[in-house]
């Protein structure tokens, strides 16, 4: 593709760059099949190949319209259609430089600038997110019917005994997990679950307490100095256990793994955080990666024997390419496994997308537990949290982590006990 880009951007840090990613696009198409929303919408400003245009318009001078903005806000950032493109095309940073460019032109309404600003000051921070939900939980009976179902039960949350305690630090083997900002007020027994199937490998996971959100969400609603702090603090949290030898960082959530692993190219070009931030880029694990390295019949599991059905959240299939190795561990580890339709079909979350555009994102959900629940699974288990929880305001079925699924096999042998079901989140 030719590009004519204006003075000015080609001057700039992110010019080179995007004029590169723009160039390396030869318009064929592969993408479009595989992007949720022109598959929803037939538009093709609404597919990647589209948006493309747009951003390449944009940074050629072209004056930005509410339009382009509507249609760049409207992308997932599922990143499907990088997996799908011949060329390697970079459509995410693109993406992202495309819109920041935009939010620096200042044509946003107030309103929106409003949701977003609420959104970077509430959720990335734990303790204001929990009050938030539990406000929301006790007035659950006077808030309208649409917004009640988006509140978790947080009665749960105390809910904890001695088999579901963190294990204590008491292996030489030590691996950091991160706390995060949503997970740790949303589901915290996620960690709890990893950090026990860990302990059953011999490994103690630990928490740095000063570490919190990952960045992913600054960074995705353009706040990205906002996003490089987070960043920074999690470093200098992370750091003191790096340099004692911790062998990994593992993350429960796929969206915030996605993040942590652009931590070097987040800060590329700070002097002072490069190095450091290439070092824990490469230390983050997945927690599949993790287990896939080690001897798990040493755990005696006794998995439940009812069908799941895997959503593999699209960070996990794209972002971090391992799509099919959770389905492969699972199996491996005697679970019954359901056959989902189009996996790599995007479930609407994608952080605060279900927020920002419900319509899009509802069909989007109906779609994929539609797919979910075709071969009559008991039980869905995920690896993201923000997946994990939009799923599960839309269904019945009980939806969970997939560690916890392995930390439940994981009691139920150490008790000794067959289970027939599988009736609450483990």
């Not at 696009?25 to 099949?33: D, E, L, P, R």
């Not at 309208?144 to 809910?159: E, H, T, W």
Request: charge should be neutral; hydrophobic fraction near 40%.
């Amino acid at each position: 593709m030719q590009t004519a880009l204006t003075d000015t951007l080609k001057t700039s840090a992110d010019g080179p760059e995007a004029d590169a990613i723009l160039r390396s696009c030869v318009h064929c198409g592969f993408c479009s099949a595989t992007c949720p929303t022109y598959q929803l919408t037939g538009n093709e400003l609404d597919g990647p190949r589209g948006r493309i245009y747009l951003i390449k318009s944009v940074l050629e001078g072209e004056v930005a319209t509410q339009a382009t903005q509507h249609h760049l806000d409207r992308c997932l950032t599922c990143r499907a259609c990088e997996t799908a493109c011949p060329s390697g095309v970079q459509y995410g940073r693109l993406l992202e430089i495309g819109r920041t460019t935009l939010e620096s032109r200042k044509i946003r309404s107030v309103a929106q600038r409003v949701v977003r600003w609420l959104l970077r000051q509430l959720v990335p921070y734990p303790q204001r997110f929990g009050l938030l939900l539990r406000i929301a939980d006790v007035a659950r009976g006077v808030l309208p019917v649409s917004l009640s179902a988006r509140v978790p039960d947080m009665s749960m949350q105390n809910d904890v005994g001695e088999m579901d305690a963190w294990p204590p630090a008491r292996h030489q083997r030590r691996m950091l997990v991160l706390a995060g900002c949503a997970q740790s007020a949303l589901a915290p027994g996620i960690n709890r679950a990893c950090a026990r199937v860990l302990d059953g490998l011999g490994i103690s996971l630990l928490e740095a307490r000063e570490a919190g959100c990952c960045g992913a969400l600054s960074q995705h609603l353009s706040a990205i100095v906002e996003a490089q702090n987070f960043v920074r603090a999690n470093i200098d949290a992370w750091w003191p256990y790096v340099d004692d030898g911790i062998e990994a960082i593992v993350v429960t959530a796929s969206g915030c793994m996605t993040t942590v692993k652009e931590y070097g190219y987040l800060l590329r070009d700070d002097p002072d955080y490069a190095e450091k931030a290439k070092r824990i880029a490469d230390l983050c694990r997945d927690p599949v990666e993790v287990l896939a390295g080690e001897d798990l019949t040493s755990l005696a599991l006794q998995p439940c024997v009812e069908r799941i059905a895997f959503q593999a959240p699209c960070s996990l299939q794209h972002g971090l390419s391992l799509s099919g190795n959770v389905e492969s561990l699972l199996r491996g580890c005697g679970f019954d496994l359901a056959a989902v339709g189009d996996p790599q079909m995007c479930c609407g979350s994608a952080g605060t997308y279900s927020i920002l555009q419900s319509g899009l994102a509802m069909q989007l959900r109906s779609l994929k537990l539609e797919a979910l629940k075709a071969d009559a699974p008991s039980l869905i288990a995920s690896a993201n949290i923000g997946c994990l929880t939009y799923l599960r305001e839309g269904t019945d079925i009980p939806v969970v982590h997939w560690i916890e699924l392995i930390d439940h096999a994981l009691k139920l042998g150490q008790l000794g006990v067959q289970p027939r079901h599988l009736s609450r989140t483990p």
